[in-house]
């Protein structure tokens, strides 16, 4: 499952139309019509503000406006880049602003799609990834280089507590415990022990994964 990495926005000029692309993060349809909302009230004299969201872990949840445009010529092919790019928890609003020459039904569909296909490669996107957790228990003498190695290495590290031993929560990749394992002791000469703890979902770039 894919989502931006943060909001932001995008313009680009089709025939001197301007077209602004706002995209944003979003948890449910609410934080999706709250964002259309303020965009709509900050560009209140626009041409248009047609907007598209995804919402939801598998994407399921839809939605597009053409707001006053030819049906079909803003709104879906918005949404279709969204689609087309795997995202979801993600709301695009593109705001035009008319420069007087008319684009065409073929124009506003490129031009209202390459608006939102700007924004997501100007922001960004991630990919959401449930991973597994280890905690690694270390005393004293091994924890900060394990620590400072294992923060150079693939690996991401949630937390780390400090007792009698130190706790690192490490996140795995998929099917990476053995292998880990095996480098944990070798990097310790055996004296850290790790266990699973669950899982996690963290964000990768999507050539991570």
Known sequence: MRT???????ETEVRR???VCALARVADEDEARAFIAERRRLHWNATHNCTAYVV???GRVRRSSDDGEPSG????????????????DTAAVVTRYFGGVKLGAGGLIRAYGGAVSAALDAVGVVER???PVVAVMADYLHAGRLENDLRASRHRVLAVEYGSDVQLDVVLA???LPAFE????????????CEA?????VEVEPDQV
């Not at 931006?4 to 995008?10: A, L, P, T």
């Not at 880049?81 to 979801?88: E, I, P, Q």
């Open 4 to 10: 931006i990495r943060r909001g932001g926005e995008c």
């Open 129 to 131: 990834r449930t991973l």
């Open 17 to 19: 139309s301007r077209f």
């Open 197 to 201: 703890r669950g899982s996690t979902t």
């Open 174 to 176: 998929e099917d990476d």
């Open 56 to 58: 939801g872990p598998d």
């Open 73 to 88: 010529t803003a709104g879906v092919p918005m949404l279709e880049v969204l689609r087309h790019r795997g995202v979801t």
């Open 182 to 193: 095996a480098w944990l002791a070798e990097a310790t000469g055996g004296e850290a022990l």
